[in-house]
């Protein structure tokens, strides 16, 4: 058994001795990809692994490399660029290393790996600075060019990009947040029952939150690695999951591309850094242009020049191919996640019910249990459609989003298919329950909206009734963001001054509107609605017209991932706060299972609760005894309990016909006793034209006591 003072023990220990692993990170500058930068002549390379460890000056290299050419004599160039930055830049005779062994360079496979300890005389190795082992997702490349003496032509260059080890996308990050997310789908379930539970609507807010960070790098811009990287942690809610391109899922899907008309290349093997413009990070720069027809990829090595057609351009491309997807197989991918999360949302919505049907059912269930058990079963199947609204919302912005890009390809048709009718049945369940909505506060009352349409809750239920359209907001800004993603892929500028506009657009109509319930309720989106927005402007420094050197806009992605850290941070302890951490605090008991929705009646007697408690209402309560203690003498038989009568509420020029009815309720669901029926709502005992205009032939003070005798009935 651990006792309480183990554990403290033991969370201490833990939180001492976690910095100390993380902090175990031998420095190390290793190659991360290779790619050919001019079409392969003299010089084959099938494997270039290269580490070197500053602690001991050591080199480890893994190299598989063929020499295919004779009698070529030629110079080497070695060049480094660090975030545009060129610390080394120089030239070798080849002739003059190795008493010239190696002109001209001879017909040689060389296949081996050692690890080497260099020489004190190799000094540039020393003039890195400390930093760059540190930084996350270094951003540098290597580049080694072979020139034939005397003719000046280029034999072979190769191009391979450096890493430290170090990088913001971690497989631990997105584990938690989505540990996060699974919290907050248990807290939203069990509180779908509960009046008043504002957790299902958080659980959208908490998604909808990852699914902005996802798609913030899907733009055309030219992002620095570091802020790219960090958007691979939630590529998870855009239904995009990071796996090996040669996956049986993504060869199943490139399979089916093949045999329906699809010829776009799959993922690399190899990797998709080695293929990235090379105008873009990690490159920052420009790459040798050759005029010259290229050859086939010599193995797992790419050939990548300006001319190449399999350069990986800015946006979806780049993300998709970084994750081990092909750009083309991106909607099946998506599509499939979103099958699998329907087909979890309907076994777990049968097993619940299954449960319930059976536990209510059983005779030793205790009683207040059983009770609560069949009202769960009553309204089962309003609270399968709200969640089944609820995944379509979720799946509404991926979906969305690479069906239209899907389009845009012209691969597979029946990727296409499958696109255009993924594309009207999620727009058909989304616009048709949101005209719904609309339609119903058009015709009927507001306060109803609860009570009639409960499947639709996860739209209006988180705004105040009067602002119960303001969901319609988002989802155009959801849709607007989906629509440029595609439409715009090639034009980084128009993309990000259309999300400027939406954005602004959905942050003022926060602050003007405030449609949330309550204040904290506004507080969290308009904050939500900020950092969007300060993001999305921040981003114009990504625009690759703009030219912004490349530590710059490496501060401005540390700065952006920083902002949506927070946003991430502060949505999780709202999570735990609407798990229930706020009734513990409040000491508030969770309330008996119920209809979530409020009746017109509560909603009214709700408000002018509220309104009473601030002081700003006119309307006046009943008094205990309706009878005034300083008044004329009653008959005391008109204070005993009678038959309930009617109200309806009136205009001023209208009585009722009645003053008595055997019907006990009113138009608002509130009963009165006769006695306030006879002494306030009875018919003015005047005729004709005085009880046509009873007001204007009464006194004021007449007039006051009618008014507020019709108040009172009313705040009942």
Excluded at 72 to 95: E, K, W
Excluded at 243 to 268: E, F, V, Y
Excluded at 634 to 657: F, H, K
Aim: net charge positive; glycine share 6%.
């Amino acid at each position: 058994m651990v006792f309480p003072v183990a554990w403290l023990r033991l969370v201490l220990f833990t939180l001492l001795f976690l910095p100390l692993l993380v902090c175990a990170h031998e420095d190390v500058i290793f190659t991360s990809s290779v790619s050919y930068c001019a079409p392969p002549e003299n010089l084959l390379v099938e494997q270039f692994d290269v580490a070197y460890f500053p602690s001991n000056n050591s080199v480890v290299f893994n190299v598989s490399a063929a020499s295919v050419q004779a009698n070529v004599n030629v110079t080497a160039n070695l060049f480094l660029n660090v975030y545009g930055m060129h610390p080394i830049n120089t030239t070798i005779d080849i002739c003059q290393l190795f008493q010239g062994r190696l002109c001209p360079l001879p017909l040689y496979v060389f296949n081996g790996s050692e690890t080497l300890t260099l020489p004190l005389s190799v000094k540039f190795l020393s003039q890195i600075p400390r930093i760059a082992y540190r930084i996350p997702d270094l951003e540098a490349f290597a580049q080694l060019t072979l020139t034939e003496v005397g003719t000046g032509e280029l034999k072979a260059c190769i191009q391979s990009t450096l890493s430290n080890g170090w990088s913001t996308h971690q497989a631990g990050v997105s584990w938690s947040i989505g540990g996060v997310a699974l919290l907050a789908v248990f807290s939203a379930a069990w509180q779908s029952f509960l009046p008043d539970s504002i957790a299902p609507f958080r659980l959208l807010d908490l998604l909808m939150l990852y699914q902005t960070i996802a798609s913030s790098g899907f733009f055309d811009l030219n992002y620095p690695v570091i802020y790219r990287a960090f958007t691979f942690n939630f590529s998870w809610a855009m239904g995009l999951f990071s796996q090996s391109p040669t996956s049986s899922m993504q060869r199943s899907i490139t399979h089916m591309r093949h045999l329906t008309g699809g010829d776009l290349a799959g993922s690399s093997a190899g990797g998709s850094v080695a293929l990235v413009n090379r105008k873009l990070s990690p490159f920052n720069g420009r790459a040798h242009v050759d005029s010259r027809s290229l050859m086939p990829a010599m193995r797992d090595v790419q050939t990548v020049t300006p001319q190449s057609s399999n350069v990986l351009n800015a946006g979806v491309p780049i993300y998709v191919n970084t994750i081990g997807i092909a750009t083309a197989n991106t909607f099946m991918t998506a599509f499939f996640s979103a099958l699998i999360l329907l087909a979890i949302m309907l076994a777990l919505l049968l097993i619940t019910y299954g449960v319930v049907a059976l536990t209510s059912r059983h005779e030793y269930t205790h009683s207040p249990w059983r009770t609560n058990l069949t009202n769960v079963k009553v309204r089962f199947r309003s609270f399968a459609r709200a969640w089944g609204l609820r995944i379509t919302l979720i799946c509404f912005f991926p979906m969305v989003t690479f069906a239209l890009y899907q389009w845009t390809l012209k691969d597979s048709w029946l990727s296409d298919l499958i696109a255009a009718i993924t594309f009207v049945i999620v727009l058909g369940v989304v616009g048709s329950a949101a005209c719904g909505v609309l339609l119903f506060g058009r015709r009927s009352s507001l306060w109803l909206l609860a009570e009639d349409l409960p499947a639709q809750e996860p739209l209006y239920g988180q705004y105040r009734v009067p602002q119960y359209f303001f969901f319609v907001l988002p989802l155009l800004s959801t849709f607007i963001r989906a629509i440029i993603i595609a439409a715009a892929r090639n034009n980084g500028t128009v993309q990000i001054v259309i999300v400027i506009c939406v954005e602004l657009c959905l942050l003022l109509s926060h602050v003007v509107l405030k449609p949330g319930k309550t204040r904290r309720a506004d507080v969290l989106s308009i904050f939500l609605s900020t950092i969007r927005f300060v993001t999305a402007g921040l981003l114009v420094a990504f625009i690759v017209p703009v030219a912004l050197p490349p530590i710059p806009r490496v501060v401005i992605g540390f700065i952006l991932l920083v902002l949506f850290s927070i946003a991430v941070v502060v949505m999780f302890f709202n999570t735990l706060w609407n798990l229930g951490l706020q009734r513990l605090w409040f000491h508030q008991p969770f309330a008996v299972l119920g209809s979530r929705g409020t009746t017109s009646q509560g909603s009214l007697e709700k408000g002018a609760e509220k309104d009473i408690e601030k002081g700003k209402s006119i309307v006046t309560l009943r008094p205990l005894n309706p009878t005034p203690a300083d008044g004329p003498q009653v008959d005391p038989t008109m204070n005993a309990p009678e038959a309930l009568s009617q109200v309806t509420p009136t205009t001023p020029s209208a009585v009722p016909s009645s003053a008595h009815s055997t019907n006990t309720t009113s138009s608002y669901g509130v009963q009165f006793p006769s006695r306030w029926s006879s002494s306030l709502l009875q018919p003015s005992p005047h005729t004709g034209s005085e009880s046509a205009h009873g007001d204007a032939a009464s006194p004021p003070s007449l007039m006051l006591h009618n008014r507020q005798s019709t108040f009172e009935a009313r705040a009942l």
